[in-house]
């Protein structure tokens, strides 16, 4: 995610880091060059090229825009949506640390170095779990992030099993019943800590449904080849009228369009590691100082900060 201040006026044009240039510079160069063509014939070879006039393109581009708009708050509210179930993982796994460290064994002195303690081990497990989450959402190994929280006779154990976020819920939910077995919880106590689990994998579903559940292809390749149909052909429509003004006007418009189509594109997945997808990494940094605090740590990490201008 890209995290930076409002540029003023005169910056406002030269920023390219976190501007949707950089996807659309070569559509946006074969508009403009195709534009600059149409121009020169038509001021050097006038009349053996198509007579276009404006309104279709009035016509077309109201509608266009108005879709492109209708598309890209569709992808908008996917990103939120993720956002706020990141949210709720960041909530869910401080309450779970406060409840393990609050109502399990209340009569028992809490050693975080103790990997018996089920307390220890449930918090640990809850770092692992939102690491975990991060890599099954990205598609990459968890195994540098997520082992070093759990036993290794456990990692073991979990490593090769396909939903590693899921495998964890259940190693807790065990942890759980085992101290009501043990009456180290209040059987009257032990709905609050499982709901508090449900929530998280709560969170896990939200995030899996917005991941395998895209804006519909025939939609999206729809406003795809509207696009640019309208940008390659808008030059024959401005020619007769704006002269040689028309490669300008052509980029200025063939940039918005191009360069909302390809925003959609970003925000539709906001899981990935692109410049304006979510900083999961600072937000599993969040979990994890937040949870080493609550055992009683005091050496923790610092909190991830932008690099050249993009929080991870």
């Avoid at 038509?42 to 266009?64: N, V």
């Avoid at 708050?73 to 309450?95: P, T």
């Avoid at 779970?96 to 809490?110: E, I, K, N």
């Avoid at 896990?204 to 052909?233: D, K, N």
Wanted: charged residues 20%; proline residues 8%.
């Amino acid at each position: 995610m890209i995290v930076r201040e409002r540029p003023n006026a005169l910056r406002l044009f030269l920023i390219v880091r976190g501007s949707i240039l950089p996807s659309i510079w070569k559509s946006l160069a074969v508009t403009t060059l195709l534009a600059v063509a149409v121009t020169l014939i038509d001021k050097t070879l006038g009349g053996i090229k198509p007579t276009l006039s404006p309104i279709p393109f009035t016509l077309m581009g109201l509608p266009l825009a108005i879709f492109l708009g209708f598309r890209n708050n569709a992808a908008y509210d996917r990103y939120w949506e993720g956002r706020k179930q990141w949210g709720e993982l960041v909530l869910r796994s401080r309450a779970l640390a406060r409840q393990c460290l609050s109502l399990l064994d209340p009569a028992r002195p809490f050693d975080a170095a103790d990997a018996a303690d089920p307390r220890t081990r449930i918090v640990r497990r809850a770092v692992a779990y939102a690491h975990a989450l991060r890599h099954r959402l990205r598609g990459g190994d968890p195994g540098a992030d997520a082992a070093r929280w759990l036993a290794a006779d456990e990692w073991e154990r979990l490593r090769t099993l396909p939903n590693l976020p899921h495998a964890l819920m259940l190693e807790m939910g065990a942890d759980l019943a085992l101290c009501l077995r043990e009456r180290r919880l209040d059987p009257m106590l032990a709905p609050v800590l499982d709901a508090t689990l449900s929530s998280m994998t709560g969170v896990a579903a939200a995030c899996e449904r917005i991941r395998g559940t895209p804006i519909p292809f025939s939609y999206t390749l729809l406003l795809h080849r509207t696009a640019y149909m309208y940008c390659f052909l808008l030059p024959f429509g401005l020619v007769d009228t704006i002269g040689y003004l028309t490669p300008l006007v052509t980029a200025v418009v063939a940039y918005t369009f191009f360069g909302l189509d390809a925003l959609g594109d970003e925000l539709e997945e906001p899981f990935g590691e692109s410049d304006n997808d979510l900083p999961l990494e600072a937000l599993c940094r969040t979990i994890e100082i937040d949870l080493r605090m609550a055992l009683g740590e005091r050496d923790l990490p610092p909190p991830l900060l932008p690099v050249n201008y993009r929080l991870g």
